[in-house]
T-cell receptor, first 113, second 112 residues
Framework: DARVTQTPRDKVTEMGQEVTMRCQPI?????VFWYRQTMMQGLELLAY????????DSGMPKDRFSAEMPDATLATLKIQPSEPRDSAVYFC???????????FGPGTRLLVL | QQQVKQSPQSLIVQKGGISIINCAYE??????FPWYQQFPGKGPALLIA?????SEKKEGRFTISFNKSAKQFSLHIMDSQPGDSATYFC???????????FGTGTRLKVLA
């Protein structure tokens, strides 16, 4: 049963600390997305990759957020320094191409105190 | 112009009733409209999708109705069940693109 995995599932940290979230896309999927979900803003696309190359990161606050794909089986999203307003659920999703189904992971629930 | 407006924000339906969620868009270049379903504590999952060359698509109890001239599309859940209680997101995308523009979501509660 192929699925997207994300770690950690929950993270509580203090303001100013670095946060790293990891995602393992479904094997063979070449497109990876990072989303942030909050009650106020809904689902926001932060960045996405095609064949490990970043295609669009315009949704990300550049000064503190960074996203990378060190290899085809790992995507990372880092926040440094973290702020309380970053508290949200962060989802990773993977897919096979344009307008193909996006398969979402279970999310990382982040709380920044 | 890239927004997708979704309503209502929340919906309560009796078991066996019909749930209707509406979405509207402005940009006529959108050509793919999926609906995603999200249960509490889970990631969204594709439920059903439609392209503008058809006016309706049905999968089991779930139907998308599409009105190209009005730039609106809606999800109908027939014979709604308590297990359908979830948040539903409509979305839209342009041809050849990877990114979806999501609506703000509708929280559906089906009463037993």
């Amino acid at each position: 049963d192929a699925r997207v995995t994300q770690t950690p599932r929950d993270k509580v940290t203090e303001m100013g600390q670095e946060v790293t979230m990891r995602c393992q896309p479904i094997l063979g999927h070449n497109t990876v997305f990072w989303y942030r979900q909050t009650m106020m803003q809904g689902l926001e696309l932060l960045a996405y990759f095609r064949n490990r190359a970043p295609l669009d990161d315009s949704g990300m606050p550049k000064d503190r957020f960074s996203a990378e794909m060190p290899d085809a089986t790992l995507a990372t999203l880092k926040i440094q320094p973290s702020e309380p307003r970053d508290s949200a659920v962060y989802f990773c999703a993977s897919g096979l191409g344009a307008q193909e189904t996006q398969y979402f992971g279970p999310g990382t629930r982040l709380l920044v105190l | 112009q890239q927004q997708v407006k979704q309503s209502p924000q929340s919906l309560i339906v009796q078991k066996g009733g019909i749930s209707i969620i509406n979405c509207a868009y402005e940009n006529t270049a959108f050509d793919y409209f999926p609906w995603y379903q999200q249960f509490p504590g889970k990631g969204p999952a594709l439920l059903i999708a439609i392209r503008p060359d058809v006016s309706e698509k049905k999968e089991g109890r779930f139907t998308i109705s599409f009105n190209k001239s009005a730039k609106q599309f809606s999800l109908h859940i027939m014979d709604s069940q308590p297990g359908d209680s979830a948040t539903y997101f409509c979305a839209a995308s342009f041809a050849g693109t990877y990114k979806y523009i999501f609506g703000t979501g509708t929280r559906l509660k089906v009463l037993a």
